[in-house]
T-cell receptor, first 114, second 111 residues
Framework: EPEVTQTPSHQVTQMGQEVILRCVPI?????FYWYRQILGQKVEFLVS????????KSEIFDDQFSVERPDGSNFTLKIRSTKLEDSAMYFC????????????FGEGSRLTVL | TQLLEQSPQFLSIQEGENLTVYCNSS?????LQWYRQEPGEGPVLLVT?????EVKKLKRLTFQFGDARKDSSLHITAAQPGDTGLYLC???????????FGTGTSLTVIP
């Protein structure tokens, strides 16, 4: 069964360092998402990506964040200068169609900022 | 931001009992999904409901989409310890392509 894969599963970094989280969405999907979940809190939308550009982003997704689909396969989330409050689980998701299309999530990347 | 409120937030029941989780909003959604999430893992899709009033069954789980497509419920019959987890609803608005997640219901089924 097709699945969304994410790497790394866990990353520990120092405050101020750059982090890149990688995702391989399901191959025929067109819409890609990043969500985050701070421990014990709700799943929060960060950004959606379609046709090689950002289609929507939340207030959380400030200038420190960027996304890229460099090679038609990977979908990456970069945090330029990490802060303590960036510590969270980051989930990548993809779906094939906009209307009623089902959203499939990866297993997540746990980011710990020290 | 379109808010989806889930209730109850926490639920602890004995094995064999029935339960209902609610997902409510003032916004209309084109579709609504229910997920279950286990600690340290990503949400796993359980069901998608699209039509107002739609009812879907998945073994002991029954999902209903409100007539006005603003709310949904999840009913579990004869809960089992394997049902333990965080249940999340997520709605797709009429316009745009993102999903808004509910506040979550943490279910514990005690053997």
């Amino acid at each position: 069964e097709p699945e969304v894969t994410q790497t790394p599963s866990h990353q520990v970094t120092q405050m101020g360092q750059e982090v890149i989280l990688r995702c391989v969405p399901i191959s025929n999907h067109l819409y890609f998402y990043w969500y985050r979940q701070i421990l014990g809190q709700k799943v929060e939308f960060l950004v959606s990506f379609y046709n090689n550009e950002i289609s929507e982003k939340s207030e959380i997704f400030d200038d420190q964040f960027s996304v890229e689909r460099p090679d038609g396969s990977n979908f990456t989330l970069k945090i330029r200068s990490t802060k303590l409050e960036d510590s969270a689980m980051y989930f990548c998701a993809s779906r094939g169609t906009v209307n009623t299309g089902e959203l499939f999530f990866g297993e997540g990347s746990r980011l710990t900022v020290l | 931001t379109q808010l989806l409120e889930q209730s109850p937030q926490f639920l602890s029941i004995q094995e064999g009992e029935n339960l209902t989780v609610y997902c409510n909003s003032s916004s209309v959604f084109s579709s609504l999904q229910w997920y279950r999430q286990e600690p340290g893992e990503g949400p796993v899709l359980l069901v998608t409901v699209v039509t107002g009033g739609e009812v879907k069954k998945l073994k002991r789980l029954t999902f209903q989409f409100g007539d006005a497509r603003k709310d949904s419920s999840l009913h579990i019959t004869a809960a089992q310890p394997g049902d333990t987890g965080l249940y999340l609803c997520a709605g797709a608005p009429i316009t745009g392509n993102q999903f808004y997640f509910g506040t979550g219901t943490s279910l514990t089924v005690i053997p």
